[in-house]
């Protein structure tokens, strides 16, 4: 299930964000869920079964009416189990009315290949 990403949970966040090959600089990393704490237009989702947090999903609205995947990870012990794409049918389900949503250059791939699977 996805929650909303909380200042308690951050060090699980950078965790999980840091699997991902643009996040790895940890300078680079803390702007990254600052922009996530302090813009409005930054959503930053956890996957948790029942309780681990597994999974992260970002997204960006922008101006446009237009909703961006940033950052999609799975922790790699849980990877391979489907969770990924669960998550990006969890973002269609809660934004999919609202906001065309595209991925971002890094998650595009995985992205193209979940939306098969739906």
Do not use: C
Not at 17 to 23: H, I, T, V, Y
Not at 57 to 70: C, E, P, S, W
Not at 76 to 101: C, F, N, V
């Amino acid at each position: 299930m996805l929650i909303r990403f909380k200042r308690n949970l951050e060090k699980i966040a950078m965790g999980l964000l840091s699997f991902m090959p643009e996040e790895k600089d940890v300078k680079k990393l803390q702007e990254t869920i600052r922009e996530y704490e302090e813009n409005d237009g930054w959503h930053l989702h956890l996957w948790k079964e029942d309780d681990d947090v597994l999974g992260a999903v970002g997204v960006q609205i922008t101006n446009d009416n237009q909703l961006v995947i940033k950052h999609l990870t799975v922790n790699p012990s849980h990877r391979d189990q489907g969770i990924g794409s669960r998550m990006i049918a969890e973002i269609q389900r809660i934004y999919s009315d609202k906001y065309d949503i595209v991925p971002a250059e890094s998650v595009k791939a995985f992205y193209e290949k979940s939306l098969d699977g739906l």
